[in-house]
């Protein structure tokens, strides 16, 4: 996935709750389920990503103070 494609923190964080409800469904099939899945893990890892780099600007603004 490349930075255009990316979605943005929120997009992602509101495709990842959508994701969660769907597999909440009991109705989901195993392979449904497999698939947003992995889905689910690739937007995890962009929050994860985007929150770190956020906090490292945090910390480098607190070291200029």
């Known amino acids: 996935m490349n930075e255009a494609e990316r979605p943005s923190f ?5 495709q990842l709750e ?9 109705e ?3 392979e449904e389920s497999v698939k947003l899945y992995e889905e ?16 490292l600007k945090i910390e480098e603004i607190e070291k200029k103070k």
Do not use: H, Y
Request: proline residues 0%.
């Open 10 to 14: 929120e997009e992602a964080l509101t």
């Open 18 to 26: 959508a994701i969660v409800e769907k597999l909440d469904d009991e």
């Open 28 to 30: 989901i099939t195993l």
């Open 40 to 55: 689910g893990l690739k937007l995890s890892k962009i929050c994860s990503a985007t929150l770190e780099s956020a906090e």
